[in-house]
């Protein structure tokens, strides 16, 4: 269920869990992921695509890093409203069940896990979000789990 219009604010109380959110889609190229891979992951099948062809995937993928990277930006312009959002506490899990291959386009959705008040600071929740990334076939090709500090609408005075 998409409740808010796409660029809406958000707060914690608008953080129940079940809304999704779908955050949009981006496509990659090989000149994209050799780049990047080049400065921040050089490992042979994201940097050479005459390795990659001999190496464990059978192609030149892209980092996971670069995945990540990119879904986050997607993350930051749909899902996590700047009005409210004070960061992450971290991430529980993340993985990367297949390959990322040039030209693949990928779809990213958020679904809000659970959402509980803060015990410590009145004036925010703590949101556990599942972020999922998805390939132009449907395959899941990235998965997160992220713990995010989200200010409350109305919070009590101090």
Known sequence: MTDLPEHAPRYFEDYVPGLTVDCGAFSITEAEIIAFAKEYDPQPFHIDPLAAAAGPFGGLIASGWQTTSM?????????????????????????????????????VRATVLEARRSSSKPDRGIVRSLAE?????GDTVMRVTAINFVRLRNHPAA
């Open 71 to 107: 879904m986050m930006r997607l993350l930051v312009e749909h899902f996590v409203s700047p009005e409210s959002g004070l960061g992450a506490a971290g991430v529980d899990e993340i993985r990367w069940p297949k390959p990322v291959r040039p030209g693949d386009t990928l779809h």
């Open 133 to 137: 990334v998805t390939n132009q076939h």
